[in-house]
């Protein structure tokens, strides 16, 4: 997620000016500890990769690393994080959206001459990992000693180019808005012209529907009263978001006219948590994926097959799984579809996707969204994912969406 947020190509030469002024060595890693780029030395200091060669050193590193994760705090800026071996890191916490995302960090430096306690400690680590007193203490001599003021300017110095990597990402975020809120409004004339025959059609389907109540036939009511349903749920105004019991019975309706289609070949296993029923989601933000399951998975399948959908909460996340055994996809065509849902248009075989998923990323963010599994002749699996309690999208007067985007609190 942090290389698909920021241009990490244009840091790296900024990374290296600031790394050859006192030899420092500088990182950028994700919420995981993972290096996502660092500056031209891409190894630790000879102090740290000898200590490193201990399995117990190498232990003691990882749990320093990880330590500085778990204390970062988006309430605060740069913070100098003292590490096992009495090194000091400097280290600006990257947040989105309050979530944390990564830390820029430079190290490993002395902020002051080592005393005779320090150098005393180092003999007993070296003691400790069974390593070389001499070459520890030689390497130990070679880490960059800056001093309390020079450390606080690295610190504002990293803090700066976090900030202008933020600005450049709202400034890329607020293009994108202003691109997907013009694509809005060509899709909504295009909606309004539409609109037309679909009207017409519902209304031909309510006198169909007296008629056939008339004739008491009553499985020709049930489906038009299902395409009647379904029809409805495409036509509302006004609403851009339903709970997701609305959202089933569009899907319940869908497949009662599928069942009338394909009969005993589709088979239809459904198990939605209770809890979920009066939660709100985007308005059809299910039936494009119960759809793309039947057409493109079960329908080319020449005997039976089975439709499961599964609804939960998992954490902090709604998740509803799409998942049919039909024809599936080899690895080739998994990642045409992959890749189309996330470009900026879609295809037409992949827009039922395309659109569910670039609406869950628009409304809540690149966190969220569809992820696509499939197997050759074994089937398809679409998991969609969104945050739990689904906080309606907040517009300003002018129809605007009003995004929450936090790097730290000042």
Not at 68 to 82: E, F, G, R, V
Not at 338 to 362: A, P
């Amino acid at each position: 997620m942090v290389k698909s947020l920021f241009n990490i190509t244009g840091l790296q030469p900024v990374l290296n000016i600031i790394s050859e002024m006192d030899n420092l060595w500088l990182k950028f890693i994700d919420h995981s500890g993972e290096r996502i780029l660092t500056s031209h030395r891409k190894q630790p200091c000879n102090f740290c990769s000898l200590i490193r060669k201990s399995p117990e050193g190498a232990r003691m590193c990882h749990a320093s690393a990880q330590n500085i994760l778990k204390t970062m705090d988006p309430c605060i800026k740069a913070s100098n994080y003292t590490c096992h071996a009495g090194l000091t890191q400097v280290t600006v916490p990257i947040f989105f959206d309050g979530e944390p995302l990564g830390a820029l960090i430079c190290g490993e430096i002395l902020e002051n001459c080592p005393t005779q306690q320090q150098k005393y400690d180092i003999l007993k680590l070296a003691a400790k990992l069974k390593l070389a007193p001499p070459e520890l203490e030689r390497a130990y001599a070679e880490i960059p000693v800056l001093g309390t003021g020079k450390v606080r300017l690295v610190g504002r110095l990293l803090e700066t180019i976090v900030d202008f990597m933020m600005q450049i990402y709202n400034s890329r975020l607020k293009a994108e808005k202003l691109k997907a809120e013009k694509a809005l409004k060509v899709a909504e004339l295009k909606a309004l012209q539409l609109q037309i025959n679909p009207h017409f059609l519902l209304n031909a389907l309510n006198i169909i529907y007296m008629l056939s109540l008339m004739e008491e036939a009553n499985e020709t009511q049930k489906l038009i009263r299902a395409l009647s349903g379904l029809l409805k749920n495409n036509l509302q105004k006004g609403r851009s978001m339903v709970t997701l019991g609305e959202e089933l019975a569009a899907v319940d309706d869908y497949l009662l006219i599928q069942r009338t289609r394909f009969g005993e070949r589709l088979q239809i296993r459904k198990k939605v948590d209770p809890a979920l029923l009066q939660v709100e989601v985007p308005l059809l933000i299910l039936q494009p994926l119960v759809e793309n399951a039947v057409v493109h998975g079960i329908e080319p399948k020449e005997e039976a097959g089975l439709l499961k959908i599964m609804g939960w909460l998992e954490e902090d996340l709604v998740c509803f799984s799409i998942e049919d055994n039909g024809v599936g996809m080899d690895n080739l065509r998994l990642a045409e579809v992959q890749k189309y849902i996330v470009s900026t248009e879609g295809n037409n075989e992949s827009m039922g996707l395309y659109n569910v998923h670039k609406r869950c990323q628009l409304l809540y963010g690149p966190a969220y969204g569809l992820q696509i599994s499939s197997t050759l002749g074994k089937g398809t699996k679409v998991l969609l994912v969104l945050p739990s309690g689904l906080k309606t999208p907040v517009y300003d007067s002018r129809g605007h969406q009003e995004t929450n985007l936090q790097v730290y609190n000042r």
